[in-house]
């Protein structure tokens, strides 16, 4: 069975950092690309960054200061998260990108404040 679960999440502070992680199993991860969401409150999910063999950052807000990455031998995706500000806050969903095909995990909360 297809899974996602995502990790890391937490309060920070504005200008701190956060090391998401997503966990991918039941599936030939890969030969898939993978990606990052995220859905603030009262907002729609939105793709902000995915990886196939190279990263790919389509929020230009993050550009800068979120690098994705993934370990294919481990079947893990991660969002490494730097001087984080006051719009990133959200939950944060892996799933394929830039078209998402699978279940979605239950996400990780991000939550940036003084």
């Known amino acids: 069975q297809e899974q996602l679960v995502e990790s890391g999440g937490g309060l920070v502070q504005p200008g701190g950092s956060l090391r998401l992680s997503c966990a991918a199993s039941?599936?030939?991860?890969?030969?898939?690309?993978w990606g990052w969401y995220r859905q603030g409150l009262g907002k729609q999910r939105e793709l902000i960054a995915y990886?196939?063999?190279?990263?790919?950052y389509v929020d230009s807000f993050v550009k800068g200061r979120f690098v994705i990455s993934r370990d294919n031998a481990k079947n893990m995706v991660y969002l490494e998260m730097s001087d984080l500000k006051p719009e990133d806050p959200g939950v944060y969903y892996c799933?394929?990108?830039?078209?998402?095909?699978?279940?979605w995990g239950q996400g990780t909360q991000v939550t940036v404040s003084s």
């Open positions: 799933n394929t990108a830039p078209e998402w095909w699978l279940q």
């Open positions: 990886v196939g063999n190279i990263p790919i």
């Open positions: 039941g599936m030939i991860f890969s030969r898939r690309t």
